[in-house]
């Protein structure tokens, strides 16, 4: 049963725009999420997280939303860049724990 | 410079042939995971280490075999590869006190 999951395969956004990742989890345990970015040929690398008892977390062109009633969170990037083109791995953890749980990810081309 | 390291980071092998791929990290994290990566199914766990002398298995781990001797090496042992190991392999690690993993650029192995 996967835990977190990231129904979008791929997603196109024209640069400039605002581009919007989700992710769904079903694990009530979770409450810490992270958003990673991978380039192809390197390692994911970490981009924002976010605690389960905020709802916003913003970093620059980055924020993250968590709705915890309906375990779903989502990344923004405003504005698109094409250098943003990769793919993101939504991750959960249980508190205390230090596995992460990563969703299959989203590929997110940015079109010029 | 704070980072993981994998090698190799290319590798062919044959079926059945013994082969090492090591990690090591230089920021005294506790904790270290390996992951690979396969189209469609996102990263998945193989096996992971709290600590030194232990280990344990993640989502994936038949066919793997681990160690942590050190607090900074975690090789991924594959004792008689098949072809269904062909793969992206990543290392990570992390301190408790963080909130995600350091990864390293993986490696990509192919059993032919």
């Known amino acids: 049963d996967q835990q977190v999951k990231q129904n979008s395969p791929s997603l196109s956004v024209q640069e400039g725009r605002i581009s919007i990742l989700n992710c769904d989890y079903t694990?009530?345990?979770?409450?810490?999420f992270l958003w990673y970015k991978k380039y192809p040929a390197e390692g994911p690398t970490f981009l924002i997280s976010?605690?389960?008892?905020?709802d916003k977390n913003e970093d620059g062109r980055f924020t993250v939303f968590l709705n915890k009633s309906a375990k779903h969170l989502s990344l923004h990037i405003v504005p698109s860049q094409p250098g943003d083109s990769a793919v993101y791995f939504c991750a959960a953890r249980v508190l205390g724990a230090d596995g992460l749980t990563f969703g299959k990810g989203t590929h997110l081309i940015i079109q010029p | 410079e704070a980072q993981v390291t994998q090698n190799p980071r290319y590798l062919i092998t044959v079926t059945g042939k013994k082969l090492t791929v090591t990690c090591s990290q230089n920021m005294n994290h506790e904790y270290m995971s390996w992951y690979r990566q396969d189209p469609g199914l996102g990263l998945r766990q193989i096996y992971y280490?709290?600590?030194?002398?232990?280990?344990d298995k993640g989502d994936v781990p038949e066919g793997y075999k681990v160690s942590r001797k050190e607090k900074r090496n975690f090789p991924l042992i594959l004792e008689s590869p098949s072809p269904n190991q062909t793969s992206l392999y990543f290392c990570?690690?992390?301190?408790?006190?963080?909130?995600?993993?350091?990864f390293g650029s993986g490696t990509r192995l192919t059993v032919v």
């Open positions: 976010i605690s389960s008892i905020k």
């Open positions: 280490s709290m600590n030194v002398e232990v280990t």
């Open positions: 990570a690690s992390s301190s408790r006190a963080l909130g995600g993993y350091t």
């Open positions: 694990n009530s345990m979770f409450d810490y």
